[in-house]
């Protein structure tokens, strides 16, 4: 689930009948964990859990921990540089595509292309 940039995972409690989500994408701890029964109430809770959590920093004068932008700059050294900057022309790819690809078949995860 997203709501304003905010990702959601969500796992069911099969003991206790409990849908329990949490934000996955604002830094190491969830910003938010909210829990329901059926769908639309997890929905709801979620929204509610995120305008709850930026009316709190709003209201603190805190900066809300953003969802991550998917921009990362990396320093890989010239020699590495080169050998990626190689390995993605001998692919027709830009370097970015290149490195997107290899660090997502190494973090084993599906990705969802935004902007690159």
């Known amino acids: 689930m997203e709501y304003k940039g905010y990702l959601a995972a969500v796992e069911f409690d099969d003991s206790s009948n409990i849908l329990h ?3 996955i994408n604002s830094g190491a701890y969830p910003i938010a964990t909210f829990e329901a029964t059926d769908t639309t109430q997890l ?7 995120i305008d ?3 009316a709190w920093c709003e209201e603190d004068g805190v900066e ?20 990626i900057a190689e390995a993605a022309a001998s692919r027709e790819m830009s370097i970015n595509s290149w490195i997107v690809e ?8 599906p990705y969802r292309a935004t902007d690159e």
């Open 21 to 23: 989500g949490r934000v």
């Open 43 to 49: 929905r709801r809770e979620f929204h509610r859990s």
């Open 52 to 54: 709850e959590y930026l």
């Open 64 to 83: 809300p921990r953003k969802p991550y932008s998917g921009k990362l700059n990396v320093r890989l050294g010239s020699e590495l540089h080169a050998a």
């Open 102 to 109: 290899a660090v997502r078949e190494r973090a084993d995860t």
